[in-house]
């Protein structure tokens, strides 16, 4: 039976950068790694609206990417 082993977790802060030439609003994307893996969303979030405190770009969303490696 295949197991699948967490790798990597990172965590992805996604900011409003204005809107295109069609209005449609564009995004500037943000990525952290080394985010233990243990770490609550409670946790992630509220490191995440610290991180975008420093920033002069609004907040839109936060991601929590994980990666597996799939082993047999």
Known sequence: MATADLKSTRIR???NDGQDEKGK???AYKSY???NALASA??????ALSI???SSKTLFN???L???DINE
């Open 13 to 15: 802060l996604a900011y």
């Open 33 to 35: 790694s080394y985010i």
């Open 25 to 27: 609003p564009k995004f």
């Open 62 to 64: 936060v991601e929590k």
């Open 52 to 54: 975008a405190s420093l």
């Open 66 to 68: 994980q990666s597996f």
């Open 42 to 47: 409670d946790e992630m979030n509220s490191a």
